[in-house]
């Protein structure tokens, strides 16, 4: 498979990943969502999450970011932008995790889970303003987002009055005007036609590795996946094939 080469990523030697998950354990009743999992994620990668329906990928991602909490095991995330150590995710409390997904996460949805009764600019600026960040402070950086994606002009468009990829771009403003360390992408171009697809990924890769960022992403799409520094692909909650650059201490239990 043909790896993204429009942001070269070149791990650097003693370099602590950005996430790092050990012994991944999630069920739901008789049903083994991840099996044992390792994996680590270093700063500035782009990660492609593959596998079948049911073979964890969603589980995973949810598991990562912190809106899961596994049955076992651990996930460690290290702010590089930060001087404290790393935070084991599942250790932290409900609303600790709530205020690093606000923070230091981004989240980009296949449906973009924006509010219809917002405009674009406000969708935006709401994801500072639950961070304590004032409207007038807001506004402006939301703005700023906005153009920086090519939505100037659309600032005060209600969502249904945008198509579904200019949708997806207010979705990615939104995700990263935080200054988000990691962006979990969950089939970000799965509801849009194939020229739409590229230009949003385009945009995703640009807005986050473009910046030094890390983009971990679950896709059914192998043009998607290819446009990734590395793929993962799971089955039955393990890592099957990791094909990309090696990250080390990445690997299935077993």
Do not use: Y
Not at 4 to 19: K, R, Y
Not at 100 to 107: C, D, I, K, P
Not at 210 to 238: K, S, Y
């Amino acid at each position: 498979m043909q790896q993204n080469t429009s942001h070269p990523f070149h791990p650097s030697a003693g370099t602590a990943p950005v996430l790092s998950a050990r012994d991944l354990t999630r069920s739901f009743g008789s049903t083994t969502a991840l099996d044992r999992l390792g994996l680590d994620i270093q700063v500035g990668e782009s990660l492609a999450i593959m596998g079948p329906s049911g073979s964890g990928k969603s589980t995973l991602l949810h598991t990562l970011a912190g809106i899961e909490r596994p049955d076992a095991g651990s996930v460690l995330f290290r702010d590089p932008s930060a001087s404290t150590g790393p935070v084991e995710i599942a250790a932290l409390g409900e609303s600790a995790r709530s205020r690093l997904r606000r923070g230091s996460f981004g989240f980009v949805f296949q449906a973009g889970l924006l509010i219809p009764e917002l405009t674009a600019i406000e969708n935006v600026a709401m994801a500072l303003m639950i961070n304590g960040v004032s409207r007038a402070a807001a506004l402006p950086r939301a703005a700023e987002w906005l153009r920086a994606l090519g939505l100037a002009g659309m600032e005060e468009r209600r969502i249904g009055q945008l198509s579904g990829g200019q949708a997806q771009r207010v979705a990615i403003a939104r995700a990263q005007v935080t200054g988000a360390t990691v962006t979990f992408a969950d089939e970000p171009t799965g509801a849009l036609d194939s020229a739409t697809s590229s230009e949003v990924l385009d945009i995703l890769i640009d807005a986050t590795v473009g910046r030094g960022n890390t983009l971990v992403m679950v896709t059914h799409d192998p043009q998607v996946a290819a446009r990734c520094h590395r793929v993962i692909h799971l089955l039955d909650g393990r890592i099957q094939h990791d094909a990309g650059v090696p990250t080390p201490g990445a690997e299935a239990r077993s």
